[in-house]
């Protein structure tokens, strides 16, 4: 089943007809309280909080349910799509411990390491010399799995700042880490988006602080935080998930801010990728997602749900994956830098070239092999889909800067 699942990533540009139009003609509105859906608290807060709950709640979280299936179990991540993958990350780890000077002790660090899936991978296709040197751990909000390799190590914190050397990884990670959402109302004022566990939404107060800032600096055309000063929120206008948002086009850089325009505040991301980053004393930090860039940010944002294998409106109520691309402009460290996933796999040996049709003839069931190598190859590296990812590489300690070759900036 799992191989019928698709990537949680859609290309952002047409934004605002999936969430504006696509999600707003499958569901019809429906009246506040008029629904219940699993466990509604009827409690209003903000979509960081309630995302927190759905995905990670101890005993129902979508993430940390016990027997849940885990992420495998509703979509496809690169890990999931090819052996490929984690032959690659094998390679970076190689080279990171060749920059590190073949230390006793090399550690991989997954971060949101799902299942494990990317560990047992790794420890399958790295040279037995070094296998027999590494440190495999998973930070890892869900329990570990039964039956995953004793090597190992499986915890639900990031290890202390400074105490790892070797290469901290994180695939679709940061995406996972809950964010709010803003809206402007009426009056072009950006407000936090209320919600409650069916789904419904409401525009709460004007967003001021560490969230105005953040959006000021990395959300464009950024909402004006200071036109807020003042008003009080709307009337409680609630709206059924995925319902109508309009307009659909951002303001000019110069007006005031449209009705509608939705941001979600990337801060919590930074903070965590900032803190992952700090746990290596030496090495490489690399984290793996779907991402935007500033000056290109979707005008009505990009949270989304996922559920068995499909894309649903998003409902904290823990019965769906909630998700929404990575800022990893605003992530990114003095010394990362970012490139797309089709430069790094290639940069890693992963080519998605078509054998030599000569093979065919010489050695047909290695051809065979290599046509399909080559197929998941270019799954991954796929710019309209996996290749499109975004790899914010941060060095740490001098080793590693150019540990994925001389391939240009995203
Ligand atoms: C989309 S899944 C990705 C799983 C795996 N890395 C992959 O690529 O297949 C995100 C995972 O991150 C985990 N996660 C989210 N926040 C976390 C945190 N702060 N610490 C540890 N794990 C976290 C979730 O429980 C979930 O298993």
Same mark, same amino acid.
């Given at each position: 089943?799992? *191989?019928?699942?698709?990537?949680?990533w859609r290309?952002?540009?047409p934004?605002?007809?999936? %969430? *504006?139009?696509a999600?707003?003609?499958a569901?019809?509105?429906?009246r506040?309280?008029?629904r219940?859906v699993g466990?509604?608290?009827?409690?209003?807060?903000?979509?960081r909080?309630?995302?927190? #709950?759905?995905?990670?709640?101890?005993?129902?979280g979508?993430?940390?349910?016990?027997?849940g299936?885990g992420?495998?179990g509703?979509?496809?991540?690169?890990?999931?799509?090819?052996?490929?993958?984690?032959?690659a990350?094998?390679t970076l780890v190689? #080279?990171?411990?060749?920059?590190?000077? !073949?230390?006793d002790?090399?550690?991989l660090?997954d971060?949101?390491?799902g299942?494990?899936?990317?560990?047992?991978?790794v420890?399958?296709?790295?040279?037995?010399?070094?296998?027999?040197?590494?440190?495999?751990?998973?930070v890892?909000r869900a329990?570990r799995?039964?039956?995953?390799?004793?090597?190992?190590?499986?915890r639900?914190?990031?290890?202390?700042?400074?105490?790892?050397t070797?290469l901290?990884?994180?695939?679709?990670?940061?995406?996972?880490?809950p964010?709010?959402?803003?809206e402007t109302?009426?009056?072009?004022v950006p +407000? #936090?988006? $209320?919600?409650?566990?069916d789904?419904?939404? %409401?525009?709460?107060?004007?967003?001021?602080?560490a969230?105005a800032e953040?959006?000021?600096?990395?959300w464009?055309?950024?909402?004006?935080?200071?036109?807020?000063?003042? !008003?009080?929120p709307?009337?409680?206008?609630e709206r059924?998930?995925?319902?109508a #948002?309009?307009p659909? +086009?951002p303001?000019?850089?110069?007006?005031?801010p449209?009705p509608?325009l939705?941001?979600?505040?990337? !801060?919590p991301?930074?903070e965590?990728?900032?803190?992952?980053?700090?746990?290596?004393r030496a *090495?490489?930090a690399?984290?793996v997602?779907?991402?935007?860039e500033?000056?290109?940010?979707?005008p009505?944002?990009?949270l989304?749900?996922?559920?068995?294998?499909?894309?649903?409106?998003?409902?904290?109520?823990?019965?769906c994956?909630i998700?929404?691309?990575?800022?990893l402009d605003?992530?990114?460290?003095p010394?990362a !830098?970012?490139?797309?996933? +089709?430069?790094a796999l290639r940069a890693?040996g992963?080519?998605?070239?078509r054998p030599?049709l000569?093979?065919a003839?010489?050695?047909?069931?290695?051809?065979v %092999?290599a046509?399909?190598a080559?197929?998941?190859?270019?799954e $991954?590296?796929?710019?309209?889909?996996?290749?499109?990812?975004?790899?914010l590489?941060?060095?740490?300690?001098g080793?590693?800067a150019?540990? $994925?070759?001389?391939?240009?900036?995203?």
């Amino acid at each position: 089943m799992r *191989g019928a699942y698709s990537p949680r990533w859609r290309p952002h540009a047409p934004n605002v007809s999936e %969430r *504006g139009t696509a999600c707003a003609a499958a569901r019809p509105r429906v009246r506040a309280g008029a629904r219940t859906v699993g466990r509604v608290t009827n409690e209003w807060c903000g979509w960081r909080e309630a995302t927190e #709950r759905a995905l990670y709640g101890p005993d129902d979280g979508f993430y940390t349910r016990p027997g849940g299936p885990g992420p495998a179990g509703h979509f496809r991540t690169s890990v999931h799509a090819s052996p490929l993958y984690a032959g690659a990350v094998a390679t970076l780890v190689c #080279r990171v411990d060749s920059a590190l000077g !073949r230390p006793d002790e090399l550690a991989l660090v997954d971060v949101g390491a799902g299942r494990g899936e990317l560990l047992t991978g790794v420890l399958a296709a790295l040279p037995g010399e070094v296998a027999a040197r590494l440190r495999p751990c998973a930070v890892e909000r869900a329990a570990r799995p039964a039956g995953l390799d004793p090597r190992i190590e499986w915890r639900g914190g990031l290890p202390a700042p400074g105490s790892v050397t070797g290469l901290l990884f994180a695939n679709e990670w940061l995406d996972n880490v809950p964010v709010d959402v803003v809206e402007t109302d009426a009056d072009g004022v950006p +407000r #936090r988006v $209320l919600v409650r566990a069916d789904g419904t939404e %409401r525009l709460g107060a004007p967003v001021d602080g560490a969230d105005a800032e953040w959006l000021r600096r990395w959300w464009s055309p950024a909402p004006a935080p200071e036109a807020a000063a003042g !008003r009080t929120p709307d009337a409680a206008v609630e709206r059924a998930p995925g319902a109508a #948002r309009a307009p659909s +086009r951002p303001a000019a850089p110069d007006a005031a801010p449209s009705p509608g325009l939705r941001a979600e505040i990337g !801060r919590p991301r930074d903070e965590a990728w900032a803190r992952a980053v700090r746990t290596l004393r030496a *090495g490489l930090a690399v984290a793996v997602d779907y991402a935007h860039e500033r000056g290109d940010r979707p005008p009505l944002g990009t949270l989304t749900g996922f559920r068995d294998g499909r894309e649903v409106a998003p409902v904290p109520d823990g019965s769906c994956d909630i998700t929404a691309h990575v800022a990893l402009d605003a992530c990114a460290g003095p010394s990362a !830098r970012r490139l797309t996933q +089709r430069a790094a796999l290639r940069a890693l040996g992963v080519d998605g070239r078509r054998p030599p049709l000569a093979l065919a003839a010489t050695d047909p069931s290695g051809y065979v %092999r290599a046509l399909s190598a080559a197929g998941a190859a270019a799954e $991954l590296t796929d710019p309209a889909g996996l290749g499109g990812f975004g790899w914010l590489v941060e060095p740490v300690g001098g080793a590693g800067a150019d540990l $994925l070759g001389a391939v240009g900036a995203a």
